[in-house]
């Protein structure tokens, strides 16, 4: 008959004890349980249900498989569990690390032959999702005393321009359709989510704390509440009225009585003016209300009769601009554009032009600094859209 030892996978992120009954089944026909870490998470919970586990602390490798071999062989009708440490993908998360385990598993490897088998099996898997808690464990720990003296010092203010930076580097990563940066992006974006839930968690005791649970839990119940054609009975019939009924559901949420309410006057002017022009619409606001001026047929006539005269008075000619862009915005809009990603790919198909340029004047024996006029206009590609590689303005000239 042929002995064998079996290596039992459990996951960190699952609570001991909840195994599945493959497992169970094995560990109560085992011979032995062993395993090299005396504070193993599973280990009371297999004392609790009548398993007792025996703690291996050979530093040698080839010693601990030789006394695993001898147990499996001593009883070959039975196997051998040897209870593998739980130390996830990022190393142990609140268990010490278990010295040679990785050598011992390497030697009980090529320990097998045809009078014993070695093989693994999980006990317990991970849901998904379940990554989630090594990060949160990993900000705990770098937070926690002992941990990064930088990460220990901040707090909401200092990192609120981070959170912008990353939006914008995971919103560049989308414009330039790299999947596998917006992953990384997306990373960093959700460190700063951890961090500022770890810190809010640490005025434990205070009405106003919080963590990373009630940050899930608040975005749950929102995502249920606001979604009734899903989750409850409300039928709709598209796209369009899932919005309205977003849009009302929130302003009862709320206790808007405002549709301005809720826009963050922080973000960008072009999508700020976006933003405010999409919601008057919402209400039925007529066109020449939200630009403040007469009725025209079109925003584009608009923008002609805002045009300031060569006489104009200086002081009118920042009212003048902003009007200008407004009702660029409102011509946008109609249009179904995005004025803010428009005139962020007109920018990058700028910078491409620029950068090309620069490289044709260099490769033309001259310094761009000090090529002079002429020299750019002899270099600069023909037409409005001659520059443009692609239509998200990068090419080979971009960063």
């Not at 990384?184 to 810190?199: C, S, W, Y």
């Not at 002609?304 to 002081?315: E, R």
């Not at 007109?346 to 090529?371: C, K, M, N, V, Y």
Request: charged share 20%; net charge negative; hydrophobic share 45%.
């Amino acid at each position: 008959m042929t002995a064998s030892i079996v290596v039992l996978v459990t996951s960190p992120r699952v609570v001991p004890g909840l195994l599945d009954l493959a497992a169970w089944d094995l560990l109560r026909a085992a011979s032995a349980v062993c395993c090299g870490l005396a504070a193993h998470p599973q280990r009371d919970a297999l004392a609790a249900a009548g398993i007792p586990v025996e703690i291996l602390t050979s530093p040698d490798a080839s010693a601990a498989a030789a006394g695993l071999r001898s147990r499996a062989c001593a009883d070959p009708s039975r196997p051998v569990v040897w209870l593998a440490a739980p130390t996830g993908d990022l190393g142990p998360l609140g268990a010490p690390d278990v010295a040679g385990e990785a050598e011992l598993l390497a030697v009980l490897a090529t320990s097998a032959g045809p009078d014993l088998t070695v093989s693994t099996r999980e006990g317990s898997r991970d849901l998904p999702g379940a990554k989630l808690l090594d990060a949160v464990a990993v900000m705990d720990r770098l937070r926690s005393p002992g941990g990064c003296p930088w990460d220990a010092q901040q707090t909401h203010t200092s990192l609120a321009s981070y959170l912008l930076e990353e939006a914008y580097e995971a919103f560049q990563a989308i414009e330039d359709g790299n999947h596998a940066e917006l992953r990384e992006e997306l990373g960093d974006v959700l460190m700063q989510v951890l961090f500022h839930a770890r810190i809010a968690a640490e005025g434990a005791g205070s009405a106003a704390a919080w963590d990373v649970d009630d940050v899930a839990a608040g975005l749950t119940e929102k995502l249920v509440r606001r979604h009734p054609h899903v989750f409850g009975s409300v039928t709709v019939d598209g796209p369009a009225a899932v919005e309205t009924n977003w849009d009302k559901i929130k302003d009862v949420e709320k206790g808007r009585r405002s549709v301005t309410e809720g826009v963050p006057l922080s973000q960008p002017s072009l999508a700020l003016a976006a933003k405010l022009q999409k919601r008057a619409a919402k209400v039925g606001v007529p066109e020449e209300l939200v630009l403040g001026v007469g009725r025209a047929s079109s925003p584009a006539e608009i923008i002609a009769g805002l045009v300031a005269p060569p006489d104009a008075p200086a002081t009118a000619a920042d009212q003048t601009i902003g009007d200008l862009l407004f009702a660029a915005v409102a011509l946008a809009r109609q249009a179904g554009v995005d004025p803010e990603a428009a005139l962020r790919a007109s920018a990058r198909r700028f910078r491409d032009t620029l950068a090309g340029t620069e490289e044709a004047i260099r490769a033309a024996g001259r310094d761009p600094r000090d090529a002079g006029a002429d020299s750019w206009r002899a270099h600069w590609p023909p037409g409005p859209d001659s520059h443009a590689p692609d239509s998200r303005g990068s090419g080979t000239y971009a960063d």
